[in-house]
């Protein structure tokens, strides 16, 4: 296993566009998870599933955003007609989460690279 | 609301000198705080996390932190820098209200180590 896998890792589009990223966690990490970060900012939450139920959205997550895991390993952001304010670094984690993990808070979410979007 | 913030952008330090890097919280509930850092062109990596117990936490590539509650601070320490060390620097608090998971991150520091 080679960590989280994010494809593609830059993409430039035009204004107006769709675009889509796809997200591959650790094989046996039950949460994913998706933040954005722009420049000179912290990632910032954006959703998360445990495995196919995607469990919270931000209010940072417009309707021109979704987000589907559908058989509860690999994930999809899509984002449509993509505006100016939309590019960042889109960064997806997962995490082996247990109902003692999160009493505790214990477990650790782990990084892909992230995939850049810039959109002109 | 819970928060973290990360009052200075940059630090700037000497190989071999000791660094800090600060972060303070502010929660409702116990704290469950993190520490991440991110190489460029890398993804964020886990360093370190306090939960409960001892203060004084170790993590990776020997750098620790510590817990104060008094003071609501988790700083991030190493007794001996390295220009390898010098990245972008997270620390991040867990937000496992109701149903929710999510790390909530301060705005980073980033860590100049100089030869």
């Known amino acids: 296993d080679t960590g989280v896998s994010q494809n593609p890792r830059h993409k430039i589009t035009k204004r107006g566009q769709n675009v889509t990223f796809r997200c591959d966690p650790i094989?046996?990490?039950?949460?994913l998870y998706w933040y954005r970060q722009t420049l000179g900012q912290g990632p910032e939450f954006l959703t998360y599933?445990?495995?196919?139920?995607?469990?919270?959205k931000s209010r940072l997550l417009s309707d021109r955003f979704s987000a589907e895991r559908p058989k509860g390993s690999f994930s999809t952001l899509e984002i449509q007609r993509t505006e100016q304010g939309d590019s960042a670094m889109y960064l997806c984690?997962?995490?082996?989460?247990?109902?003692?993990?999160?009493?505790?808070?214990?477990?650790?979410?782990?990084f892909g690279a992230g995939s850049r979007l810039t959109v002109l | 609301a819970q928060s973290v913030a990360q009052p200075e952008d940059q630090v700037n330090v000497a190989e071999g000198n000791p660094l800090t890097v600060k972060c303070t919280y502010s929660v409702s509930g116990n704290p469950y705080l993190f520490w991440y850092v991110q190489y460029p062109n890398r993804g964020l990596q886990f360093l370190l996390k306090y939960i409960t117990g001892d203060n004084l936490v170790k993590g990776s590539y020997g750098f620790e932190a510590e817990f104060n509650k008094s003071q609501t601070s988790f700083h991030l320490k190493k007794p001996s820098a390295l220009v390898s060390d010098s990245a972008l620097y997270f620390c991040a608090v867990r937000d496992l209200r109701g149903d929710t998971d999510k790390l909530i991150f301060g705005t980073g520091t980033r860590l100049q180590v100089f030869p």
């Open positions: 599933f445990q495995n196919e139920a995607q469990l919270e």
């Open positions: 094989s046996e990490h039950n949460r």
């Open positions: 984690a997962s995490s082996l989460a247990s109902r003692l993990a999160d009493i505790s808070g214990a477990n650790v979410l782990t």
